[in-house]
Each structure stands twice: as structure tokens, then as C-alpha cells.
């Protein structure tokens, strides 16, 4: 067991650090059904990490308590060596933990660029009455965050749809434009919920590479939930293993696929 | 030019600035349905509420006197003082961002992932509730409102008019006034939503609540300033109709006369607000001009609501409206 401070170095050489959100006993109730069941994992700094396991194993709510969509009956959330006290979704982003959705929720009447825009709401200080008042600033300040919202496009690599309005997208891109807005807000955790459901094989490979972009460009911390095991067994440094609103398994790619547990669980038959 | 084509045009001219005062409760409408999917059917009451307000901080008007009088026997009706309008209107604007808070904090705040239905539901009990509250708090008589707006016939129109035409065309210069206000507002509008960041955030809490939630964006936040900016083009609008005609409780029946625009423009349009006001104001003027001498008169009473219904059967969107396509 690593120490909290202390980080490791991945098998293709980055260094890892230290703990930045512990999740104590989480239990997630909805009336009588245990969507989560007493789980306990970390996110360390910079790494990749996956949430695994079939349909209905509570990925997503786990997702949705550390965005804050869901409060949790019973356990703490620990971020930044702080235990967070119950709060509202809009909260937590505003703490810089930045999400994509299983469903893609973007503002599909908004334009690409404006869609990005709104990533940034948190890092703009103008307020509403000094944006009133002086207009001057306010209008600098835009163009500060414009330029930084054109980095990611330019990143992301989606100039050529940056006036396109979000509704006339494929599900593919749609997708892209949903991560550059979780991207827009220099997130410290980046949440990404199933980045991959639906695509083809082509778009697959390009979000993969996305999200180890990401990564490596900026260090950002990523958890991500994905059905497509190649794709997780490829991108995540660690894996934690879900069923049934339980923790079946936890550790590296490797420990996870050789995990008996894990084998009869989530990849039913072992492929010998 | 003959003189039934010099009537007419002085006709529709009078329609175009009756109908930009129909376009003022008009915007109320939208700007609340295009920033949370609401009907508000209190916003003609809201711009009652706004301009009994303002009057009564005009003149100095004790609030809840009757019920005061009532319940201790007194008899004060006036602090004794008046206000001067640059300082009510703030007042009253700051009294309607405070009814726009408790809106959020009393009906909407309960109603988070209701059907529209119920929330208008609720909209209908704001109005009868805000209509009331403006009875025992300022008084139900009609009350005449002067923020030193000019009255009377445009000399300038008039003067014009007669030099080009040999005909002066009468225009009550309020009108003009209120087709300037209504202009002003607009761009205000345009500009705090397409380029301010509180703007943007407003949009995207119309679209998209969860994808608001996930960016950082407060939904309460939001929708006090939602129905603060309602409740100030509530009183934009209450302040031009209660200069034109007193501040009466009639003037919450305008918000009925708001639907038919909002049929023509779309309820998620601010600009279709704006042109379907103006074309059911010149509209319900010529047809009651041509159509006066064939079947009488009265028809402005009705002529806005079957042109709304012939909207409704061959362009249910609206002129400006987005049309709903669903794909299968």
C-alpha cells in the first residue's frame, strides 16, 4: 500500500504523485436500493484512472458523487487533504473538478465557441455589477479567456467547427466539444463518463489519444468510466473494479486482469 | 395621394407604436420562457405591481394604509413627502429584484424538475397572488403616472407629415418615447446575453440544466436574475402604459394581448417579440380602418386573437420561433 504523499511511476515511465481526493466508505442509497456499497479508493496526482465493471455496478454514481450530482448517506470525500462537506454540483466545479456526461450534456442551441466559454465561467472574475460598469475590463478579461479557449480548440483540434452550432454536430465531435469545455476550466480532476460509448473504431483512437494528450500536456488528473476494455487496459495507470455497488478490485491494469474476482465478474469466461 | 391612403398610413403609423407597447409586456414573456423554459403568466401583473409601486413611492403613498387604518383605528393614507422619479425608479427596481429573490426562494426552488405545466401552474397563482398584494398594498383606484415622459401630439410629425402630404398626421409622442425605450432595452438585452458572462450563463441554464450545474453555473442565481430582469421590463412596460393610460388593474389584462404576439413571434425570440408586436399593433389598426365601414367596429378587441389562431394552424413556431423537429 502506497503512502498518501508519496507517489510511484507508471509502467511506461511518468511519475505519479501524491493523493489528491480519497474516497472514504462511500454508500450511496436511493430509497432501498445500494447503488454504492462501503467504497473505499484514491486519485493521485496526474494519473489515469479508470472506473471498470457491467452494466449497473454504480460507475456512474460513483462519477456522481465526486462531481457532487449525488450526495453520498454515509462516507467522506476527502479532496486536497480536506473533507468536503455536502455540497451542490456547481460547487464542486467551482473547486475544479470538471465533467463530461454518458449522455453528452452540452447547450446544444450555443455555438462550439460559446459552449467552450462557458468552461471558463469559474475562472472569470468579473462579476455582474462590474461587468455593468466597466465595460472596458469586463471586455479585456474576455478576450484573455477567448485566447485561452482557442488553445484548446487548437488542442482538441476542432477549429473548422468553432462557429457550428453544438446541435448540428455528430455524436463523435459532439463528444470532443464536451471535453474541451471540461478542459476550458483548467481542471485539477478531470471527470469523463463513458468518453467513448458510441463511437467507431476511428473516433476511439482519436479520443484515446485525447485523453493522453491531455495528461501528458497538462498534467491533469482523469477518471474516467469506460465499457471498451482495450481501450481501458491501454490508457489507465490504475483501475478500480466495481460490481454490484461493490469494490471487486483496485490496481494496475495488470493486477486487475490477472484478479480472480475480477475475471468471474467482469470478463465472465477468461480467454486462455 | 389620395386621402384613404394618407388615413391608412396614419393608421398603421399609430399601430406601430401601439403595438411596440404590446411588444414591451411581449419581452417580459420571452425572456423568462427562453431563460427557464417558464410560461410566466404573471408578467402582465408584475408590470401592474411595478407601476403601483413606482407610483406610490412617487407620491408618498403609505403602503398596506388601508389595512394599517383598519387594524389601529388611524387614519394615514401619505408619509407627506414625494419622491423624485430618479430615485423611485431605483427603489422600485431594487423592490421587484427583491420579489424576483423571493420567487425564487418561496415557488421555484420547490419546483426543480416539475413539468412546465406545473410551474406555469404556479405562475398563474404568482399573478392572482401579486394582482392582490398590489390591492391591499397601494390600493385599487387608478392613479395617474408622470416620470416626465412628453404627452400630446408630435408637433414634429405632425409639421412633417403636413409639408410632404398636405395632411398632418396626429402621433402621440409618448409613443415615439416608448418605440425609443423599447429599442434601447432590446439592445441592452442583446448585448448582456450574447456577451457578458452572467448572459452566456443565462443561456446555458435555458438549455441545458445539468450541463449548467457541471460548469460551475448557480441555478438560483440564475433565475433570481431572471425574473429581476423580467421584473425590470415589467416596469419599462408598466411605466409606458400607466403614462399612457393611468395605473389601473386592467393594465394586467395587457398580458393577454401579449399572447397573440407571442404566437406571431415565437416564444423564444426577442427580436419575433418585437415585430410581432408591431404587426398586430398596424395589423389591428388597418383591419379595424378597412373593415370599420363593412362590420363595425370593436374589431381591435378580437382581430389579434384569430390572427394568432391563423398562426396556429399554418405556422405553430411563430415567425421567429424555432421549429421542433424531432428526429425518429
Same mark, same amino acid.
Given at each position: 500500500?502506497?503512502?498518501?504523499?508519496?507517489?510511484?511511476?507508471?509502467?511506461?515511465?511518468?511519475?505519479?504523485?501524491?493523493?489528491?481526493?480519497?474516497?472514504?466508505?462511500?454508500?450511496?442509497?436511493?430509497? *432501498?436500493?445500494?447503488?454504492?456499497?462501503?467504497?473505499?479508493?484514491?486519485?493521485?496526482?496526474?494519473?489515469?484512472?479508470?472506473?471498470?465493471?457491467?452494466? *449497473?455496478?454504480g460507475k456512474s454514481s460513483m462519477l456522481n458523487v465526486i462531481s457532487g450530482f449525488y450526495n453520498p448517506q454515509e462516507g467522506d470525500v476527502i479532496y486536497k487533504g480536506y473533507k468536503r462537506p455536502r455540497m451542490r454540483p456547481y460547487q464542486v466545479a467551482r473547486m475544479g473538478i470538471a465533467r463530461t456526461f454518458q449522455n453528452i450534456a452540452l447547450f446544444e442551441g450555443m455555438s462550439v465557441l460559446d459552449n467552450i466559454m462557458t468552461g471558463r465561467m469559474n475562472l472569470m472574475k468579473s462579476g455582474f455589477f462590474s461587468q455593468a460598469m466597466w465595460w472596458g475590463s469586463a471586455a479585456r478579461e474576455e478576450a484573455e479567456h477567448r485566447e485561452k479557449v482557442e488553445k484548446v480548440i487548437d488542442f482538441l483540434e476542432i477549429q473548422p467547427i468553432r462557429k457550428t452550432p453544438?446541435?448540428?454536430?455528430?455524436? *463523435?465531435?459532439?463528444?470532443?466539444?464536451?471535453?474541451?469545455?471540461?478542459?476550458?476550466?483548467?481542471?485539477?480532476?478531470?471527470?469523463?463518463?463513458?468518453?467513448?460509448?458510441?463511437?467507431?473504431?476511428?473516433?476511439?483512437?482519436?479520443?484515446?489519444?485525447?485523453?493522453?494528450?491531455?495528461?501528458?500536456?497538462?498534467?491533469?488528473?482523469?477518471?474516467?468510466?469506460?465499457?471498451?476494455?482495450?481501450?481501458?487496459?491501454?490508457?489507465?495507470?490504475?483501475?478500480?473494479?466495481?460490481?454490484?455497488?461493490?469494490?471487486?478490485?483496485?490496481?494496475?491494469?495488470?493486477?486487475?486482469?490477472?484478479?480472480?474476482?475480477?475475471?468471474?465478474?467482469?470478463?465472465?469466461?477468461?480467454?486462455? | 395621394?389620395?386621402?384613404?391612403?394618407?388615413?391608412?398610413?396614419? &393608421?398603421?403609423?399609430?399601430?406601430?407604436?401601439?403595438?411596440?407597447?404590446?411588444?414591451?409586456?411581449?419581452?417580459?414573456?420571452?425572456?423568462?420562457?427562453?431563460?427557464?423554459?417558464?410560461?410566466?403568466?404573471?408578467?402582465?401583473?408584475?408590470?401592474?405591481?411595478?407601476?403601483?409601486?413606482?407610483?406610490?413611492?412617487?407620491?408618498?403613498?403609505?403602503?398596506?394604509?388601508?389595512?394599517?387604518?383598519?387594524?389601529?383605528?388611524?387614519?394615514?393614507?401619505?408619509?407627506?413627502?414625494?419622491?423624485?422619479?430618479?430615485?423611485?425608479?431605483?427603489?422600485?427596481?431594487?423592490?421587484?429584484?427583491?420579489? &424576483?429573490?423571493?420567487?425564487?426562494?418561496?415557488?421555484? =426552488?420547490?419546483?426543480?424538475?416539475?413539468? +412546465?405545466?406545473?410551474?406555469?401552474?404556479?405562475?398563474?397563482?404568482?399573478?392572482?397572488?401579486?394582482?392582490?398584494?398590489?390591492?391591499?398594498?397601494?390600493?385599487?383606484?387608478? =392613479?395617474?403616472?408622470?416620470?416626465?415622459?412628453?404627452?400630446?401630439?408630435?408637433?414634429?410629425?405632425?409639421?412633417?407629415?403636413?409639408?410632404?402630404?398636405?395632411?398632418?398626421?396626429?402621433?402621440?409622442?409618448?409613443?415615439?418615447?416608448?418605440?425609443?425605450?423599447?429599442?434601447?432595452?432590446?439592445?441592452?438585452?442583446?448585448?448582456?446575453?450574447?456577451?457578458?458572462?452572467?448572459?452566456?450563463?443565462?443561456?446555458?441554464?435555458?438549455?441545458?440544466?445539468?450541463?449548467?450545474?457541471?460548469?460551475?453555473?448557480?441555478?438560483?442565481?440564475?433565475?433570481?436574475?431572471?425574473?429581476?430582469? &423580467?421584473?425590470?421590463?415589467?416596469?419599462?412596460?408598466?411605466?409606458?402604459?400607466?403614462?399612457?393610460?393611468?395605473?389601473?388593474?386592467?393594465?394586467?389584462?395587457?398580458?393577454?394581448?401579449?399572447? +397573440?404576439?407571442?404566437?406571431?413571434?415565437?416564444?423564444?425570440?426577442?427580436?419575433?417579440?418585437?415585430?410581432?408586436?408591431?404587426?398586430?399593433?398596424?395589423?389591428? =389598426?388597418?383591419?379595424?380602418?378597412?373593415?370599420? +365601414?363593412?362590420?363595425?367596429?370593436?374589431?381591435?378587441?378580437?382581430?389579434?386573437?384569430?390572427?394568432?389562431?391563423?398562426?396556429?394552424?399554418?405556422? +405553430?413556431?411563430?415567425?421567429?420561433?424555432?421549429?421542433?423537429?424531432?428526429?425518429?
Open positions: 500500500m502506497l503512502d498518501s504523499t508519496e507517489g510511484y511511476v507508471t509502467a511506461d515511465g511518468r511519475q505519479i504523485g501524491g493523493v489528491v481526493m480519497e474516497l472514504k466508505n462511500i454508500t450511496l442509497r436511493f430509497g *432501498g436500493v445500494e447503488a454504492i456499497k462501503n467504497i473505499s479508493f484514491d486519485i493521485r496526482k496526474g494519473e489515469i484512472r479508470a472506473i471498470i465493471g457491467p452494466n *449497473g455496478a453544438v446541435s448540428r454536430l455528430p455524436y *463523435g465531435l459532439k463528444k470532443r466539444v464536451e471535453l474541451a469545455r471540461a478542459l476550458a476550466a483548467e481542471p485539477q480532476i478531470l471527470l469523463l463518463d463513458e468518453p467513448m460509448a458510441g463511437m467507431n473504431v476511428e473516433e476511439k483512437e482519436d479520443m484515446s489519444r485525447f485523453v493522453l494528450d491531455v495528461n501528458d500536456e497538462f498534467g491533469t488528473t482523469i477518471v474516467l468510466i469506460e465499457h471498451d476494455m482495450g481501450v481501458v487496459m491501454d490508457l489507465s495507470d490504475r483501475v478500480v473494479v466495481m460490481d454490484y455497488g461493490k469494490k471487486i478490485g483496485d490496481g494496475t491494469p495488470d493486477e486487475v486482469r490477472n484478479n480472480q474476482a475480477v475475471i468471474d465478474a467482469y470478463l465472465g469466461v477468461a480467454h486462455e | 395621394m389620395s386621402d384613404t391612403v394618407l388615413y391608412a398610413l396614419e &393608421a398603421a403609423l399609430n399601430g406601430l407604436t401601439v403595438g411596440i407597447m404590446y411588444s414591451l409586456v411581449a419581452l417580459g414573456f420571452v425572456l423568462i420562457f427562453k431563460a427557464s423554459g417558464i410560461f410566466n403568466f404573471a408578467q402582465g401583473v408584475m408590470a401592474l405591481f411595478a407601476a403601483l409601486t413606482l407610483v406610490g413611492f412617487q407620491t408618498g403613498q403609505v403602503p398596506f394604509s388601508h389595512l394599517i387604518n383598519a387594524a389601529f383605528g388611524t387614519s394615514i393614507h401619505n408619509f407627506g413627502w414625494t419622491m423624485p422619479t430618479l430615485l423611485a425608479i431605483p427603489a422600485t427596481i431594487a423592490v421587484m429584484v427583491g420579489f &424576483a429573490w423571493l420567487v425564487e426562494r418561496i415557488v421555484l =426552488k420547490h419546483l426543480v424538475n416539475q413539468a +412546465p405545466i406545473i410551474l406555469f401552474m404556479a405562475t398563474i397563482g404568482l399573478a392572482y397572488f401579486l394582482e392582490g398584494l398590489g390591492d391591499i398594498m397601494w390600493g385599487a383606484e387608478v =392613479k395617474p403616472l408622470n416620470v416626465g415622459l412628453p404627452q400630446g401630439m408630435s408637433r414634429w410629425v405632425d409639421e412633417t407629415t403636413f409639408n410632404l402630404f398636405g395632411y398632418g398626421f396626429f402621433v402621440d409622442v409618448l409613443s415615439l418615447w416608448a418605440l425609443a425605450i423599447a429599442a434601447v432595452l432590446v439592445t441592452a438585452l442583446v448585448i448582456f446575453s450574447q456577451y457578458t458572462k452572467q448572459g452566456r450563463a443565462l443561456r446555458a441554464v435555458a438549455d441545458d440544466h445539468q450541463a449548467a450545474l457541471s460548469v460551475g453555473i448557480s441555478l438560483r442565481f440564475i433565475w433570481v436574475l431572471t425574473w429581476s430582469i &423580467a421584473g425590470l421590463v415589467a416596469l419599462v412596460a408598466g411605466i409606458m402604459w400607466g403614462s399612457k393610460s393611468g395605473v389601473q388593474f386592467s393594465l394586467s389584462l395587457i398580458a393577454l394581448k401579449a399572447l +397573440p404576439v407571442l404566437i406571431l413571434g415565437g416564444f423564444t425570440s426577442i427580436p419575433g417579440a418585437i415585430v410581432g408586436g408591431l404587426l398586430i399593433g398596424v395589423g389591428e =389598426k388597418l383591419f379595424d380602418f378597412f373593415m370599420q +365601414p363593412v362590420i363595425g367596429g370593436a374589431t381591435e378587441n378580437w382581430f389579434a386573437y384569430m390572427l394568432a389562431l391563423a398562426f396556429l394552424l399554418f405556422r +405553430p413556431q411563430g415567425l421567429f420561433g424555432e421549429k421542433i423537429i424531432e428526429r425518429v
